[in-house]
């Protein structure tokens, strides 16, 4: 391991207690610490390219986040909960992954069949295929997403003016992590510019 066992085991813990869904050591530090569900954390830290030489600890480690830390030139990974074939996939890139438990698959969030992410990358076996099928992937649920939210029965009175109150657009603080306004030039709890 890449970093010491200390700090690993705070960064298992913080993800345990449900602070952060993912953590990145690198060179003795935690250098980034991730809000969010799903895949969007990950996807983020690797769009920012903050996973080269990294010891990742993450909630929930599927074939679809192991794509992207291969992608992203992780050395380690721990998932509180880790699917078989994401195990597969990163032993056979060479990197060391353990897990608190190993699940056959990852379910979507309702629980009713296999994760839409996991299914994306089901028959990719290139990390570089599966990038652009997870971002191809996220774009179509957001879609879906807001055609159901105009589709939604009208609300009622209260909800309804809640409603009209726009909804905040929310950035991550590449310090921090945490989900902050979008508009702000701080970060609140850093106080790092953005």
């Not at 996220?138 to 009175?157: I, N, S």
Request: with cysteine.
């Amino acid at each position: 391991m890449s970093v010491n066992n200390e700090l690993f085991e705070e960064a298992k813990r913080m993800v345990a207690a449900g602070e952060y869904a993912c953590v990145v050591l690198r060179d003795d530090m935690i250098t980034d610490q991730m809000e969010g569900s799903g895949v969007t954390p990950v996807l983020l830290l690797f769009e920012g390219r903050r996973l080269a030489d990294a010891v990742v600890v993450d909630k929930i480690v599927g074939k679809a986040s192991a794509m992207i830390f291969a992608l992203g030139g992780v050395k380690e990974v721990y998932g509180e909960i880790m699917s078989m074939p994401a195990l597969a996939f990163l032993a056979q890139k060479g990197i060391k992954a353990t897990c608190g438990q190993f699940v056959n698959a990852i379910e979507n969030r309702e629980g009713t069949g296999t994760c839409p992410m996991e299914m994306a990358v089901a028959d990719i076996t290139n990390e570089e295929e599966a990038y652009p099928a997870l971002k191809a992937k996220v774009a179509e649920l957001r879609a879906k997403a807001e055609k159901e939210k105009k589709t939604a029965p009208a609300p009622k009175a209260a909800e309804a003016k809640a409603a009209e109150e726009p909804a905040e657009e929310l950035e991550h603080c590449w310090n921090c992590g945490k989900q902050i306004p979008a508009d702000k030039d701080e970060c609140p709890v850093c106080a790092d510019s953005l």
